[in-house]
């Protein structure tokens, strides 16, 4: 089970654009690489990324969307100390 914690960290990072790979999110984010590829699951799975590459990951057009919600708004308002410094 993915925690809502873990997916917004995942979109935290993925939201200014580009494509990363499931290690790089992981290194991003300090979250184990097990749950960062099980967040990756859920967010593609509710349509939010897409998979460019056998590990690379982006918002989708969906995601994109997104993000600009309220509700995507404040997903992103994960505080700057849950992530790696």
């Given amino acids: 089970m993915t925690t809502l ?3 917004a960290l995942v979109l ?9 790979t499931d ?4 290194a991003e984010t ?3 690489l097990r749950r ?3 967040a990756l ?6 349509g939010l990324l ?6 690379a990951w982006e918002l989708s057009p969906c ?12 997903m992103l308002d994960v505080p700057r100390s849950a992530l790696a410094e």
């Fill in 50 to 55: 897409r998979q460019v590459s056998r590990q």
């Fill in 63 to 74: 995601g994109r969307a997104y993000v600009t919600t309220p509700a995507g708004r404040a």
């Fill in 36 to 38: 960062t590829r099980r």
């Fill in 30 to 32: 300090a979250v184990p």
């Fill in 12 to 20: 935290r990072i993925l939201h200014p654009g580009g494509q990363l």
């Fill in 41 to 46: 699951r859920t967010l593609h799975g509710n």
């Fill in 5 to 7: 914690f873990d997916q």
């Fill in 23 to 26: 290690r790089q999110i992981t």
